[in-house]
């Protein structure tokens, strides 16, 4: 497993428009991290459901990446808990299972007071070999 290496980070040109950063904090481990903001949320004043689906997304992907090799998304989904109007909004994912072409991730976002607000299951389709 490598940790951090250039591609685990690659830039993701939506996430970042979105205000989405996303890192790995260890091996099999992504987070996707997004500072509340007029442009994230829905006309509600909540946060965008489509907010929740990238983190969840971005952070899957990023902890699937730690074992080197380069990962696209195969199916999604998420459960939403509650909702979020102002604040950081952090979605944490862990590898749950790594075979020879897929990977699972599972995923939960929180917010700055660690109260949950939605749960994803995602699986990566790898696209390159070690």
Do not use: K, W
Not at 30 to 41: A, F, I, R, T, Y
Not at 47 to 65: Q, V
């Amino acid at each position: 497993m490598t940790e951090n290496t250039s591609h685990t980070l690659l830039p993701n040109a939506f996430a970042l428009f979105n205000g989405i950063q996303t890192s790995s904090p260890g091996p099999d481990r992504g987070e996707s991290v997004l500072h509340l903001g007029p442009n994230s949320l829905n006309p509600y004043g909540l946060l965008h459901g489509g907010a929740y689906y990238t983190m969840a997304d971005c952070a899957g992907g990023c902890a699937c990446r730690t074992d080197g090799r380069y990962y696209v998304t195969l199916h999604g989904g998420i459960d939403f808990i509650r909702s979020a109007r102002s604040g950081v909004v952090t979605a944490r994912a862990v590898v749950r299972h790594r075979g020879r072409s897929t990977c699972q991730a599972a995923v939960d976002i929180t917010d700055e007071n660690g109260v949950l607000l939605a749960t994803g299951d995602f699986t990566f389709f790898c696209i390159s070999q070690q």
